[in-house]
């Protein structure tokens, strides 16, 4: 069995893609290809001949990593966004760290963006409050206080290696035999939250999460929906909730959100304040229980 394999799962990547598996080539490398229009699947083939290429239908986010993981043999797979390259090194580094680190299940890089800033990569797993400090804006008053802002990882030093409860999923390490403890991930999440509720599950089985700032990685965030999908994302946080918490706090996290989205549908212009409205009618439309048929 080889150290590691990666799993890249793609819709429409272009043009980030090529950079993305260049810098993994002579690896053992899985495309998920979810019907990509661009050229995707003809760069893959064209350029990346060595990688396995798999075309499926879209069914989400986890359904593709499972798809990927499931053709990998790597005592390690790392989960690889489309839009997402490793510096020289780091996939070499991030293994030596885990090896260092049997309880980590995911071991996660620093990101970057294209320009060089820092990408905050750390998040909490949500709760009511935690949904209130975001959608309410309150983090604002305090982005640095864990209170507040723990939603967003809070002060977290990305400078130093930490424990975390839950790494943006662009570039995750993940261990096999916590995979084979906890099972695949969830693919009834289809965008968004299926890291949170895969770094719970591991959380859960006693397994940790470790931010390591001696890997780097660039990622351009959110290329392939454009933020378009926001209500996917809020079906994701009640799809967590009802999971985790049950149905009658998912339900109250709903109608929290309904006010946040109200408001901010009243105050904000242009297409965010559309896409708040959009949000908030969605929300209004049923429970929880309907939503998530």
């Known amino acids: 069995m080889s150290a590691v394999a990666v799993v890249v799962v793609a819709y429409n990547g272009l043009p980030w893609l090529e950079q993305c598996l260049a810098s993994v080539?002579?690896?053992?490398?899985?495309?998920?290809?979810?019907?990509?229009?661009?050229?995707?699947?003809?760069?893959?083939?064209?350029?990346?001949?060595?990688?396995?290429?798999?075309?499926?239908?879209?069914?989400?986010?986890?359904?593709?990593?499972?798809?990927?993981?499931?053709?990998?043999?790597?005592r390690y797979v790392l989960l690889l966004n489309s839009d997402a390259w490793l510096d020289q090194g780091a996939l070499r580094a991030l293994v030596a760290f885990a090896d260092a680190h049997p309880q980590a299940a995911v071991v996660g890089p620093r990101l970057r963006y294209p320009d060089g800033r820092l990408?905050?990569?750390?998040?909490?797993?949500?709760?009511?409050?935690?949904?209130?400090?975001?959608?309410?804006?309150?983090?604002?008053?305090?982005?640095?206080?864990r209170l507040l802002n723990a939603f967003y990882g809070a002060g977290f030093d990305h400078d130093h290696v930490h424990e975390a409860e839950v790494l943006m999923g662009a570039v995750w390490l993940v261990r096999r035999e916590a995979i084979e403890q906890v099972g695949p991930a969830d693919d009834a999440f289809f965008l968004f939250s299926e890291e949170t509720d895969w770094a719970y599950r591991f959380a859960q089985a006693g397994w940790k999460l470790l931010f390591f700032p001696g890997a780097e990685a660039t990622h351009v965030y959110a290329a392939s929906h454009k933020g378009r999908l926001f209500v996917e994302n809020l079906r994701g946080q009640l799809r967590f909730l009802r999971k985790h918490r049950g149905l009658a706090y998912a339900e109250?996290?709903?109608?929290?959100?309904?006010?946040?989205?109200?408001?901010?549908?009243?105050?904000?212009?242009?297409?965010?304040?559309?896409?708040?409205?959009?949000?908030?009618?969605?929300?209004?439309?049923?429970?929880?229980?309907?939503?998530l048929e």
């Open 25 to 74: 080539r002579d690896i053992e490398t899985v495309v998920v290809d979810h019907g990509s229009s661009d050229g995707t699947v003809e760069l893959v083939r064209d350029r990346f001949p060595e990688v396995v290429l798999v075309e499926e239908e879209n069914r989400g986010l986890a359904f593709g990593w499972n798809t990927g993981i499931d053709r990998t043999s790597g």
């Open 119 to 145: 990408q905050r990569s750390v998040r909490g797993f949500p709760t009511l409050w935690r949904l209130a400090t975001e959608f309410f804006f309150l983090r604002k008053l305090a982005p640095r206080s």
């Open 252 to 291: 109250r996290a709903r109608r929290l959100l309904l006010v946040a989205l109200r408001l901010r549908g009243l105050v904000v212009r242009g297409e965010r304040g559309r896409m708040y409205r959009d949000g908030a009618r969605w929300l209004a439309s049923g429970g929880v229980g309907d939503l």
